[in-house]
């Protein structure tokens, strides 16, 4: 069983960057793939990007969001991390991380077994 948590969130303005930090513990790190989602208000939750356990050497983005969003792992500090670049009100949501032991980049919520608890992110005009 492996715990996760998100930090890094709060209340930015539009056009800055942020990096949402998962910080995980109760089992071998590198063997997760790991994944970030996130639930817009009044909306379901939506992927949006993951990456494979290991060296991390695989990853995979929601469409619209590539270029501004950047996923990586650091299996020493056992956390991964999602880079949000040229961040827009449309952004804000509550970003969720998620583990899963297994081998390529999950993108749906049923292939993780492991999630945090989420937080808050608030992007201003």
């Known amino acids: 069983q492996v715990q996760l948590v998100e930090s890094g969130g709060g209340l930015v303005q539009a056009g800055d960057s942020l990096r949402l930090s998962c910080a995980a513990s109760?089992?071998?790190?590198?063997?997760?793939?790991m994944g970030w989602f996130r639930q817009l208000p009044g909306k379901e939750r939506e992927f949006v990007a993951a990456i494979s356990g290991g060296d991390g050497s695989n990853t995979f983005y929601r469409d619209p969001e590539k270029g501004r969003f950047t996923i990586s792992r650091d299996n020493a500090k056992t956390s991964a991390y999602l880079q949000i670049d040229s961040l827009k009100p449309a952004d804000t949501a509550v970003y969720y991380c998620a583990a899963v032991v297994r081998n390529g980049v999950p993108i749906k919520e049923y292939e993780y077994d492991y999630w945090g608890q989420g937080i808050q992110v608030t992007v201003s005009s």
């Open positions: 109760g089992h071998t790190f590198s063997d997760y793939a």
